[in-house]
């Protein structure tokens, strides 16, 4: 995207025509299908309505980062990112180049670098909106920043590394509502008009009582940073944070936390307990596991098996199951009878030879800020703090299970004074052990 048209780019993700009422052939019912507001699910859009300009600033300069601050102007007419924060230098400098490249420029007077860069800039008084996109350790008092100067917020996922963190992003979210902030988070499955269709299908009943549940993200190793000369500790470490759980909360955080959504979503709550286990084979850097394999109960006989893996050469996959007692059902576009014969299918668009195209025509990335923006501007509010702070806890939760081999309940590690990370954040030694986690060994969380 170094070349992008800022008009083709809005033209092609964020005016393409969407719509659900095309969405496959209805299972027979009489009912009335509830719409997407009583359901409590985000609209579908074509894009943002228009309205008065809104101003944004990013949070975090690495590439998902600077990816969401695309996402935020694709998403509708009139949005602007108008300053950058980050740890480092460096990174402000690439992602106001890549701005540049396009004919979007941010002023460097609008641009601070260092640990309390994101105070300077939601400052700014002409600010509407901040996108947190850094490392998750640092999102709990970001977005605490963000409510107490009353900007409406994007923040991805995870929303926090600990208990304590989950706790003040709760805080946050009620404060949040309580002025009329809108917050949306980088939960983009929820706002992805397959997922959508589904869920609203196994709300009617389409197969029957939910009884079990899986959920899965195994791919290949993820990118690690070797240690330079000159860095020290706390550099080393911001650079290299998706291999520090205290920075990024592990993998089970990081990326599966998307699939524990899902299953929590269409469950409708969350789990009470959970027992697991995980380790460590091929890492080169930092203090993480390298798979987990997670049960988590929800009560009343139902169970959700929950594994995630990065490890090279291995099978891969992501996805989530839910079975109940009349199907199944993958959540993102398909349902099958007890005996394995698809009943429903999600109808995508077709492209110009009139095959179908296997995705959305607008990005769920695209379609979370557009959420964002219509709510700023129509009035129709939206906070998804508290839900993706929970689901977040229950990777937490599987975490700690695995690092401990113990059983977890829910009130136990809602309530706990986990706290990861250095007392004070400022560059130089860290006087931290990073050891990765025996099950087994006493722990206290």
């Known amino acids: 995207m170094k070349n992008i048209d800022r008009r083709k780019f809005i033209g092609k993700t964020a005016l393409a025509g969407l719509g659900i009422a095309g969405a496959g052939a209805i299972l027979s019912s009489c009912k009335r299908e509830p719409d997407n507001k009583e359901l409590g699910l985000p609209p579908i859009l074509r894009g943002a309505p228009k309205g ?72 700014m008084p002409d600010l509407d909106v901040v996108l947190l996109c850094t490392p998750p350790q640092f999102r709990p008092d970001h977005f605490l920043e963000a409510v107490q100067t009353r900007k409406h917020v994007f923040m991805e996922k995870p929303v926090a590394v600990d208990p304590v963190g989950i706790r003040s992003v709760i805080t946050s979210g009620k404060k949040a509502a309580a002025i009329g902030l809108n917050v949306v988070t980088g939960t983009q499955r929820r706002h992805q008009e397959d997922y959508i269709a589904t869920y609203k299908k196994i709300k009617q009943g389409a197969i029957g009582t939910i009884t079990s549940a899986k959920a899965f993200w195994n791919q290949d190793h993820v990118w690690f940073r070797l240690r330079e000369p000159g860095w020290n500790d706390m550099e080393y470490m911001i650079r290299n944070w998706n291999n520090f759980c205290w920075l990024c909360g592990d993998h089970i955080l990081d990326t599966h936390v998307h699939n524990i959504d899902v299953i929590n979503w269409f469950l409708g709550k969350y789990p009470e307990k959970a027992i697991g286990y995980g380790g460590r084979a091929r890492r080169v850097t930092g203090d993480q596991y390298d798979f987990f394999s997670i049960d988590f109960d929800y009560g009343n006989g139902v169970s959700s098996h929950s594994m995630c893996r990065q490890i090279d050469s291995c099978a891969n996959g992501t996805g989530e199951i839910i079975m109940g007692t009349e199907g199944y059902t993958n959540c993102q576009n398909t349902i099958w009878d007890l005996n394995g014969k698809v009943v429903w299918q999600f109808e995508y668009p077709k492209d110009e030879f009139g095959n179908p195209m296997n995705q959305t025509e607008i990005p769920p990335y695209v379609q979370e800020h557009m959420h964002l923006v219509y709510a700023i501007r129509t009035g129709d509010y939206v906070n998804e703090a508290e839900q993706t702070a929970l689901s977040t806890l229950t990777a937490i939760m599987g975490r700690t299970a695995a690092y401990t081999g113990r059983q977890i309940t829910w009130d136990e590690i809602f309530k706990s004074d986990m706290d990861l990370g250095p007392s004070k954040m400022e560059f130089g030694p860290v006087d931290m052990v990073f050891e990765t986690p025996i099950p087994g060994t006493p722990i206290n969380i």
């Open 52 to 123: 008065k300009k809104l101003k944004a600033a990013l949070i975090g300069c690495g590439a998902r980062g600077t990816g969401a601050a695309i996402n935020f102007i694709s998403s509708g007419p009139d949005l602007e990112i108008v300053a950058l924060a980050d740890t480092f230098q460096d990174q402000i400098d690439a992602c106001r180049a890549r701005f540049a490249s396009f004919n979007l420029p941010i002023p460097a007077e609008n641009c601070f670098a260092g640990f309390d860069g994101y105070k300077k800039v939601m400052a």
